[in-house]
């Protein structure tokens, strides 16, 4: 690793050197090193992807065994009731989950207490939140959308769209080679068929500050390219994208990254090739990554760059985007295979992403959740793999890392020992100076970490308890949820799963401790919250000492034979007492997957809950009773019959309660 570093150091010192002095090189890059910079044209840019493919077929297609480094010369950076809301100005609402305050994810359903804003398939639909009216909808015929944002009166879609073009050849028959008999030409003569298919990734800004005349006020465009994610801090927008179009091959033509940006030109831009970057790629998904930002309230150009590489999870602070670059190697000397991950430090400069350091770690993170940023230190949590003939050796590692400095994320310290073996990490959350860490295999040990001082950091204490956590979020400074699954071990040994469990915990002592858990019976149930943490709903009123938690479950039963998916609402007392008080459905067609509740909102008294086909309407405050409902993809309804009324379940506060079937 300090020959890794001292190398790049070396580079990046000559690249300042060289930029300064040859700005119109075209000298070639070869892949010698973990570097990034920027390429000073097209042709240099061809010259380097022809280090990674071979010509064949008229066409360039990336090797089988291409380099898993690359290294560059030159750096340059129906109602029962109606809604009532009375007459008060403000409403209280709930927000969508982000895991970093201030820094804002996309969503499918937001609320600003008058209005819905909803993205389902191909479109976008704007309701009343008092009258439930669909007051505006925007369909995107060619695509659908996977996400939204909502900042002050403007809404963002974000979405993918696709399109094939006809370029069928339509020759006359009176030519045709392939007849003899001119009089027969006809009879045997068939049109040639192409087709190119198109795709990319499209924004739409929509103006709502009129709900009566919403309007389109700015559209992007990322041709050949997909959102990986997204994050939106003060109304600047920052994108993630992986652009694919040269990922097996590539068109001497049609290699250079090209985008659309409505307030800048009606056609598409080619990206400048000194906007075009190197990074370190694993060369297997070798692609554009591509980083843009802008600004939703005005119509400022946006920011675009585009580097070579690829990237999988992110993590973005306040301050920073960190991209990881997963890589696999093979260890001659000892017939083993080992995986690391590279970590990508891009700064935000004047809201613009620009690179700034790269880190290595043994291993690779979960999710997103595995990775923060705190008081200028990268904490990372990784699993990692190392492969044998006889064996796999499984670790677990927190990782803390200078996220100050340029050039090198250096390793500050690292905390080994997580787990039992073969355990691997299931859940993660940082809080400032704490971590909780869940590691599994038939124990669920729960660990919480002091990080208080980085140079040192130590295990505070261990929780021991049957079944495992996908998801972990803090209620209050002393309570935490815990959403993951049951299990058992049968007669042979064998774990399995028996159901979802939600379980609350005091964390104020060194040790984690359960406080209650309540237990969804079902060998193959599960919770979207497992790996969608925007499923998991929260709101505490004004006021209010409880927080109210809403969980979507699917139960599966009787191997099988049984299903039931239902909103599960629960009420956590600050006091340390979990209460469920509702289970919500749609209908009970048990098997409309249209009517399945994926979301929820919550506006003062009443929930929302969102399926594909509608949104339905109930009252906290009287007993969770079914108040109305709007379906806005009622398409789907005539193949699938359904209960207008829906199924509100009443419960009593007895935490062990089984599900109602």
Request: charge should be negative; include cysteine; hydrophobic fraction near 35%.
């Amino acid at each position: 690793m300090k020959k890794f570093i001292m190398l790049f150091i070396a580079i990046f010192s000559s690249i300042v050197i060289i930029s300064c002095s040859q700005k119109t090189t075209t000298e070639k890059i070869t892949p010698t090193g973990d570097n990034v910079g920027a390429f000073s044209s097209y042709e240099q840019l061809k010259d380097y992807l022809g280090d990674f493919y071979e010509y064949s077929n008229n066409r360039y297609y990336l090797f089988g065994d291409a380099a898993l480094e690359s290294g560059a010369p030159e750096v340059n950076a129906p109602t029962n009731d109606s809604v009532d809301f009375g007459d008060q100005e403000e409403r209280d609402h709930s927000t969508s989950n982000d895991q970093v305050e201030g820094v804002n994810e996309a969503d499918t359903i937001l609320t600003d207490g008058y209005f819905i804003y909803i993205v389902s398939g191909n479109k976008f639909f704007m309701i009343d939140a008092e009258t439930l009216e669909i007051t505006y909808t925007y369909e995107y015929p060619d695509g659908y959308f996977s996400g939204l944002y909502l900042y002050e009166d403007k809404v963002v879609l974000l979405g993918n769209y696709y399109a094939y073009i006809d370029l069928t050849v339509a020759e006359d028959p009176t030519v045709d080679p392939t007849v003899d008999s001119d009089e027969s030409k006809e009879d045997y003569w068939y049109p040639i068929y192409y087709y190119r298919y198109v795709y990319g990734t499209m924004i739409t800004v929509l103006d709502v500050s009129n709900p009566d005349n919403v309007e389109v006020a700015r559209e992007l465009k990322f041709d050949s390219s997909y959102l990986t994610t997204s994050r939106m801090i003060d109304g600047y927008l920052y994108l993630v994208l992986n652009n694919y179009s040269i990922s097996y091959y590539y068109d001497e033509e049609t290699f250079i990254p090209k985008y659309y940006d409505s307030v800048v030109s009606d056609e598409m831009i080619d990206l400048p090739a000194s906007s075009i970057y190197f990074i370190p790629n694993n060369a297997e998904d070798f692609s554009y990554l591509m980083l843009a930002s802008f600004d939703v309230t005005d119509n400022d150009d946006a920011k675009v760059k585009a580097y070579l590489g690829s990237t999988y999870q992110t993590y973005m602070s306040a301050d920073n985007l960190y991209a990881t670059v997963y890589k696999y190697q093979y260890i001659e000397q000892t017939n083993t295979y080992e995986n690391y991950v590279f970590i990508l430090r891009f700064e935000l400069e004047d809201h613009e992403l620009s690179y700034k350091a790269l880190g290595q770690v043994d291993g690779s993170p979960l999710n997103q959740f595995s990775m923060d940023e705190y008081d200028g230190v990268f904490r990372i949590a990784v699993t990692g793999y190392e492969y044998t003939n006889q064996e796999t050796i499984i670790t677990n590692t927190l990782y803390l890392l200078d996220a100050t400095s340029d050039n090198e994320m250096t390793e500050i310290s690292k905390l080994t020992g997580l787990g039992k073996p073969g355990e691997r990490i299931y859940a993660v959350r940082f809080s400032e100076e704490i971590a909780y860490v869940v590691t599994f295999v038939s124990i669920d040990p729960l660990y919480k970490l002091d990080l208080s001082d980085p140079q040192n950091p130590e295990i505070l204490g261990e929780w021991y308890e049957e079944g495992v956590s996908d998801y972990l979020h803090e209620i209050t400074d002393n309570l935490m949820i815990g959403v993951g699954r049951q299990v058992e071990n049968d007669e042979y040994g064998w774990t399995r799963f028996t159901g979802v469990k939600i379980a609350l915990y005091d964390t104020s002592a060194d040790t984690v401790v359960n406080l209650e858990t309540y237990f969804v019976e079902g060998e193959y149930s599960y919770s979207s919250v497992g790996w969608n943490h925007k499923a998991f709903i929260y709101f505490t009123p004004e006021g209010e000492d409880f927080t109210y938690i809403a969980i979507p479950i699917s139960v599966y039963s009787e191997n099988y034979y049984r299903y039931s998916q239902m909103m599960y609402v629960f009420k956590v007392h600050h006091s340390g007492d979990l209460e469920l008080v509702a289970q919500l459905q749609h209908t009970d067609e048990v098997n409309n997957y249209f009517d399945t509740i994926e979301k929820a909102v919550m506006i003062e008294n009443y929930i929302y809950t969102l399926s594909y086909s509608q949104i339905q309407v109930f009252n906290m405050d009287d007993e969770f009773n079914f108040v109305d409902s709007v379906v806005f993809n009622e398409l789907y309804y005539h193949d699938y019959n359904y209960t207008e009324e829906p199924i509100a379940s009443e419960v009593d506060g007895d935490v062990v309660t089984e599900p109602v079937e």
